[in-house]
């Protein structure tokens, strides 16, 4: 069994900044990809970083690149998304994912993804 657990959402004026965490735990736990999408209201859930933990390679959607940086650190099993310059169109409810190395070929998919966070809500303000 694997747990995420997402954490750093809130109310953010546009313009401003937030950091999310997703820390990762389980006794079986080895993934090697670990990402994060959102959901909007009303859209479909979409893509937004991905990151390699052994190698810290990344991958990041054109929507969101040069404003959200995706890191982690390795030693707590856990996952950063900073979020710079935020927008209107970023609010949703970010959901922090985790798969194996061998899907990283599909990072920006969902199916790339064996689990999966409960979510956490950012909403920004114009």
């Known amino acids: 069994q694997v747990q995420l657990v997402e954490s750093g959402g809130g109310l953010v004026q546009a313009g401003g900044s937030l950091r999310l965490s997703c820390t990762a735990s389980g006794r079986t736990f080895s993934p090697d990809v670990m990402g994060w999408f959102r959901r909007a209201p009303g859209k479909e859930r979409e893509f937004v970083a991905a990151?390699?933990?052994?190698?810290?390679?990344?991958k990041n959607a054109d929507s969101v690149k040069g404003r959200f940086t995706i890191s982690r650190d390795t030693a707590k099993n856990t996952v950063y998304l900073q979020m710079n310059s935020l927008k209107p169109e970023d609010a949703a409810v970010y959901y922090c994912?985790?798969?194996?190395?061998?899907?990283?070929?599909?990072?920006?998919?969902?199916?790339?993804?064996?689990?999966w966070g409960q979510g956490t809500q950012v909403t920004v303000s114009s």
């Open positions: 994912a985790a798969g194996p190395g061998h899907k990283w070929y599909k990072a920006t998919m969902e199916s790339g993804y064996d689990y």
């Open positions: 990151i390699v933990l052994s190698t810290g390679s990344t």
